[in-house]
């Protein structure tokens, strides 16, 4: 079946710094989706891609569809304290997403 | 203009018993969906509905596990004669169509004692 693999799977960074994270995939996707997920919450849509090779940005937060249609990553620049959380990422062929394990961002002040 | 809404947010059930998760899509969106996520874990899919309809329950338990979403009301996501291993974080979302982008509601998390 499809897989996602999303790394890293945990990190912790300074306050201001960059990051970034990635999902790829063992088959081709239609659409990439990337979610935060707040403790106690249901994931938040933050960016949705739907052609290869588009660069999609959302204030400080910019993803990108893979060419080959097979990886998508996610960048957040000057991270601040409320970028904790757990990002996943979610592809699509059809109507039926699959998830990544997600990962696990920690912002030191 | 409301999101997904969920209920409950957290529900506590003995081993053998029923339970019953709500889901009310958002305004306008006629495709429910349904995900289970386990600690420490990404969303799997469990079942996708449209009005009356069952579209694709391939990830659904064939047993103990039933889901709907009637013409008028929220969908239900039914668990019968819960076991332990059925404690986990329950998720609704819903879209406008189809293939259009999934919004989900907050969860319902189950604990099975």
């Known amino acids: 079946g499809q897989q996602l693999n999303q790394s890293p799977q945990s990190m912790f960074i300074q306050e201001g710094e960059d990051v970034s994270m990635n999902c790829t995939s063992s088959?081709?996707?239609?659409?990439w989706l990337w979610y935060k997920q707040d403790p106690g919450e249901g994931p938040v849509l933050l960016i949705a891609?739907?052609?290869?090779?588009e660069l999609t940005s959302n204030g400080r937060l910019t993803a990108q569809f893979g060419i080959t249609r097979k990886d998508s990553f996610l960048n957040i620049s000057a991270s601040i304290p409320s970028d904790v959380g757990i990002y996943f990422c979610?592809?699509?062929?059809?109507?039926?997403?699959?998830f990544g394990t997600g990962t696990r961002l920690k912002v030191l002040a | 203009n409301a999101g997904v809404m969920q209920n409950p947010r957290h529900l506590v059930r003995r081993r053998g018993q029923e339970a019953r998760l709500r889901c009310s899509p958002m305004?306008?969106?006629?495709?429910v969906y349904w995900y289970r996520q386990l600690p420490e874990e990404g969303l799997k899919f469990m079942v996708y509905?449209?009005?009356?309809?069952?579209?694709?329950e391939s990830g659904m338990p064939k047993e103990r596990f039933s889901a709907e979403f009637p013409k008028e009301g929220p969908s239900i996501l039914r668990i019968q004669q819960v076991v332990r291993g059925d404690s986990a974080a329950y998720f609704c979302?819903?879209?406008?169509?189809?293939?259009?982008?999934?919004?989900f509601g907050p969860g319902t998390r189950l604990l099975v004692l």
């Open positions: 979302a819903s879209s406008e169509t189809g293939r259009a982008t999934q919004y």
């Open positions: 088959s081709i996707f239609n659409t």
């Open positions: 891609l739907y052609k290869a090779g």
């Open positions: 979610a592809g699509s062929g059809t109507y039926k997403y699959i």
């Open positions: 305004k306008g969106h006629s495709h």
């Open positions: 509905l449209q009005k009356e309809n069952i579209i694709d």
